[in-house]
T-cell receptor, first 114, second 110 residues
Framework: SQTIHQWPATLVQPVGSPLSLECTVEGTSNPNLYWYRQAAGRGLQLLFYSVGIGQISSEVPQNLSASRPQDRQFILSSKKLLLSDSGFYLC?????????????FGQGTRLTVV | GDSVTQMEGPVTLSEEAFLTINCTYTATGYPSLFWYVQYPGEGLQLLLKATKADDKGSNKGFEATYRKETTSFHLEKGSVQVSDSAVYFCALNTDYKLSFGAGTTVTVRA
């Protein structure tokens, strides 16, 4: 079956520490993968998307980076976290179903930078 | 660029009231349109979708019709329940991008 996994579910990190959030999908190949951030009281901001291994598109300049080392793995990283990096991070997998497109989301990671 | 504008919340309703959340979009080409729902503490779930003009998406009593002439995809439900309390996101898909509105928080009181 097709599933998407994202971890950890919650994370508290000090300012200046590194970050690594991992997202993996199962049951598919060559998926389109996305990282979004949802800040408190705000909508979803697209951070990065990837259409294949090693291919990363950045939507906004950030203190963050993304990598796609394997076909079904998408990693969000930071070398030094800022307070403003706090938020709810969501990984998503976009796929075709019938005539249309759908997106399936991971459960999210709530990051608090202190 | 492609974008979605969604009715600002929060919206507070009584049980069995009628709910409508407005959504309009700007896009080149012919996007697919979606409504996603986020229950407290969870990720996003697809609620309904429409892939072309005049399509009506429906699920769990919610409906939305893809109106190309008004570039809209308004979400409606005739009789809400407490369990419908959530954040609702309108979204569109073009090329490789999924773009979301800011979200509308809906609270339904018993």
């Amino acid at each position: 079956s097709q599933t998407i996994h994202q971890w950890p579910a919650t994370l508290v990190q000090p300012v200046g520490s590194p970050l690594s959030l991992e997202c993996t999908v199962e049951g598919t190949s060559n998926p389109n993968l996305y990282w979004y951030r949802q800040a408190a009281g705000r909508g979803l901001q697209l951070l990065f998307y990837s259409v294949g291994i090693g291919q990363i598109s950045s939507e906004v300049p950030q203190n963050l980076s993304a990598s796609r080392p394997q076909d079904r793995q998408f990693i969000l990283s930071s070398k030094k976290l800022l307070l403003s990096d706090s938020g709810f991070y969501l990984c998503a997998w976009r796929f075709s179903r019938g005539r249309g497109i759908e997106a399936f989301f991971g459960q999210g990671t709530r990051l608090t930078v202190v | 660029g492609d974008s979605v504008t969604q009715m600002e919340g929060p919206v507070t309703l009584s049980e069995e009231a009628f709910l409508t959340i407005n959504c309009t979009y700007t896009a080149t080409g012919y996007p697919s349109l979606f409504w996603y729902v986020q229950y407290p503490g969870e990720g996003l779930q697809l609620l309904l979708k429409a892939t072309k003009a005049d399509d009506k998406g429906s699920n769990k009593g919610f409906e939305a019709t893809y109106r190309k002439e008004t570039t809209s995809f308004h979400l409606e439900k005739g009789s809400v329940q407490v369990s419908d309390s959530a954040v609702y996101f309108c979204a569109l898909n073009t090329d490789y991008k999924l773009s979301f509105g800011a979200g509308t928080t809906v609270t339904v009181r018993a």
